[in-house]
């Protein structure tokens, strides 16, 4: 069973930035998505970015610009940047690898 455990969520005003780190219990294959989803109150869970070897990263276009993904298999995390936040990125951000899912950290963006 695949453990994912994030941090890094918090409280940021408009315009600033964070970044979301995942550590995976097991090890991660790199042909295997791993990457980030979100979930806003009464939506459903999105895509933000996700990666594996081979391809270039994904994006939502909401994000596309402002985030980064990157990964680090020998190290089995994934790590988001986020920067230029907008209150309407305010989300529980999930991460995802395979068909495992973290508990979740909470992000929101306000003055």
């Known amino acids: 069973q695949v453990r994912l455990v994030e941090s890094g969520g918090g409280l940021v005003q408009p315009g600033g930035s964070l970044t979301l780190s995942c550590v995976s219990s097991?090890?991660?294959?790199?042909?295997?998505?791993m990457g980030w989803y979100r979930q806003a109150p009464g939506e459903q869970r999105a895509l933000v970015a996700s990666?594996?070897?081979?391809?270039?990263?994904t994006y939502a276009d909401s994000v596309r610009g402002r985030f980064t993904i990157s990964r680090d298999n020998a190290k089995r995390t994934v790590t988001l940047e986020m920067r230029d936040l907008k209150p309407e990125d305010t989300a529980v951000y999930f991460c995802?690898?395979?068909?495992?899912w973290g508990s979740g950290t909470q992000v929101t963006v306000s003055s």
């Open positions: 995802k690898y395979a068909d495992f």
């Open positions: 097991e090890r991660t294959g790199s042909l295997v998505p």
């Open positions: 990666m594996r070897s081979g391809r270039d990263p």
